[in-house]
């Protein structure tokens, strides 16, 4: 497995399994022990995902070592206060069944960020979390978080795919040196990206899926990829993406299919920001 290095000299799984969506706890644990057993070691939740307590119960139940693990999780927006954030924080922690965090993200650029990033700073230097880092923030976000922030975010988790590339936002956090996280690698199974004829052609030529060139081309840009599937054969799938590489005449063809479509929640708009707060 390819390690990135992020910009406070820890190092990171580049590709890992998320699990949004995974609702039921047999899916969960079968997924994760599928995940284990063909060499994933890096794992995405959220508080909001309400399946933390059952990704620690499987990581618990492996005979993988923790400090083998890369866990990430994040703080859901209804935590605005540093208090509130410490305390959202510990409720991961217990669910997960681990003394640490390798990375633990704001959800969101929600009301209270900069308290919350206070909040993540003080459990950092601690050493309760490994790396600290938000998730859908665009320059405008991360310009007014760096107003009261000590310490730069290590990582960016947005939502990337070939149908939105996010080429503006990823030379910015390249300029910056936080590492670029795509959610929605393949497009959350909404778009038809699956079916785009550049991609198949592209796919057929390498004798691969196309999604597995989704994920080849998001590596390749130095992008950290977390698809999630509950599926076996799609799980050993996704990974099996570091024995071939692109072209760069392909990586631009694929640039080229970009259609600057979200689609899910846009972190500019403060009507769609404020409605989450309320979600538990
Ligand atoms: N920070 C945020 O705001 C945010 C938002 C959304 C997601 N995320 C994180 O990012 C992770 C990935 O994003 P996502 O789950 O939304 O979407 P995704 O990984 O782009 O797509 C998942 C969908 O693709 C299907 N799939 C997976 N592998 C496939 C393959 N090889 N061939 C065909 N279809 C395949 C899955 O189906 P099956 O499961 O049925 O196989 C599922 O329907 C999440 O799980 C979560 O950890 C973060």
Redesign the pocket.
Known sequence: MEQLKLNNGQTIPQLG??????QDAGDLKS?VAEALKVGYRHF???TI?HNEEWLGEALAESDVPREELFI?S?VWNNNTTYDETITAFHESLKKLQTDYLDLY?I??PSEGYNEKWRAMESLYNDGLIKSIGV??FEKPHMEKLMTTAKIKPAVD???T?PYFQHKELNEYLKSMDIAHE?????????SNV?EDPVLVKIAEAHDK????VILRWHLQRDII???????A???A??INVFDFSLTDEEMSMIASIDKNQRG??DPNDEEFLKGTMSRR
């Open positions: 399994l998320g699990v949004f969506k995974v997924a995405d939740t959220a995902y990430t994040k993200l959800h969101w998730s859908n988790q947005v939502e795919h795509a959610w929605g690698p393949l497009g959350q199974g909404k699956l899926s196309v999604a597995q990829v977390i698809p999630k599937s509950v599926h054969e799609r799980i799938q996704n899910s929640g």
